[in-house]
């Protein structure tokens, strides 16, 4: 059974920073699709990052571009968010993600419904 545990999240002030982590349980496919989805109330669903776990390439939305850096550690199963200069408008319930499929070509990585896992989410509130 696959399970995507996450950590981190919080409440900040603008300019500051947080680090979410996501440990995937139980899933051992050489190549896929891995990162972070967020969603703010009455707001969509949004791709934030993602990262193939066979070449290492990274997509970013524009608008966390510069600020969010997505790392893996192989070893530990283990996807992280690194988050700079945080915005109120990065306010949301964070999610990680997980795809059977690796994420090889751009319009792969945006989309939520290419992720058959997800994490139970992580609040991260960013105050003016």
């Known amino acids: 059974q696959v399970r995507l545990v996450e950590s981190g999240g919080g409440s900040v002030e603008t300019g500051g920073s947080l680090r979410l982590s996501c440990r995937i349980y139980?899933?051992?496919?050489?190549?896929?699709?891995t990162g972070w989805f967020r969603q703010a109330p009455g707001k969509e669903r949004e791709g934030v990052v993602a990262?193939?776990?066979?070449?290492?390439?990274?997509y970013y939305s524009d608008s966390v571009k510069g600020r969010f850096t997505i790392s893996r550690d192989n070893a530990q199963n283990t996807v992280s968010l690194q988050m700079n200069n945080l915005e109120p408008e990065d306010t949301a319930m964070y999610y990680c993600?997980?795809?059977?499929?690796?994420?090889?070509?751009?319009?792969?990585?945006?989309?939520?419904?290419?992720?058959?896992?997800w994490g139970q989410g992580t609040q991260v509130t960013v105050s003016s």
């Open positions: 990262v193939s776990t066979s070449s290492s390439r990274t």
């Open positions: 993600v997980a795809a059977r499929r690796d994420c090889t070509f751009y319009s792969f990585w945006g989309a939520w419904t290419n992720y058959n896992y």
């Open positions: 139980g899933y051992d496919r050489s190549g896929y699709c």
